[in-house]
T-cell receptor, first 113, second 112 residues
């Protein structure tokens, strides 16, 4: 089985712009979660989707949003980018959710200048 | 009281020795725990998991111990190899929480 794929792998944006990141889960997995990883804050939960429904959301401002499509692929969007949004954004997929094995993609490295 | 291993941000281990990585979790309601390994430039890789109805689980060269009384989790790696050099994270979740909460991570360096 192919693993979790994320596109793009690297991205450079300017403050004030917006960005959309994409995640394709492992085939058959219906749960997709997003995490932000920074040296200072570590791995922090952004949101989780299952069958196109958001089941949980982390403590991030409304500039961070996401969605899931009927084929389980997911996107996250960050509007009005700030320097502090520079991070590695990780997507993880699971058959049912966080209480089952979650497999992570390689991440998208976002740099905001 | 019982002695609980401290979380260390870094661990240096001689090749061939056993490694022990400690983690304290915060949520008493957590019932599923996972250890991940993250190598440079990659996403976290699943190592082993354990549910709260168990106190020990073994995999290939790895063992996870869970002490719910003191909310402590540990990962033991037997016969540590150079390929084990990475950052190790523990994560916890509760049923119907739909999110993982991660620990700070321990950087393991294996000395040849």
């Amino acid at each position: 089985k192919a693993g979790v794929t994320q596109t793009p792998r690297y991205l450079i944006k300017t403050r004030g712009q917006q960005v959309t990141l994409s995640c394709s889960p492992i085939s058959g997995h219906r749960s997709v979660s997003w995490y932000q990883q920074t040296p200072g804050q570590g791995l922090q939960f952004l949101f989780e989707y299952f069958s196109e429904t958001q089941r949980n959301k982390g403590n991030f401002p409304g500039r961070f949003s996401g969605r899931q499509f009927s084929n389980s692929r997911s996107e996250m969007n960050v509007s009005t980018l700030e320097l502090g949004d520079s991070a590695l954004y990780l997507c993880a997929s699971s058959f049912r959710g966080s209480s089952y094995e979650q497999y992570f993609g390689p991440g998208t490295r976002l740099t905001v200048t | 009281g019982e002695s609980v291993g401290l979380h260390l941000p870094t661990l240096s281990v001689q090749e061939g020795d056993n490694s022990i990585i400690n983690c304290a979790y915060s949520n008493s309601a957590s019932d599923y725990f996972i250890w991940y390994k993250q190598e440079s430039g990659k996403g976290p890789q699943f190592i082993i998991d354990i549910r709260s109805n168990m106190d020990k689980r073994q995999g290939q060269r790895v063992t996870v111990l869970l002490n719910k009384t003191v909310k402590h989790l540990s990962l033991q790696i037997a016969a540590t190899q150079p390929g084990d050099s990475a950052v190790y994270f523990c994560a916890e979740t509760a049923s119907n929480d739909y999110k993982l909460s991660f620990g700070a991570g321990t950087t393991v360096t294996v000395r040849a």
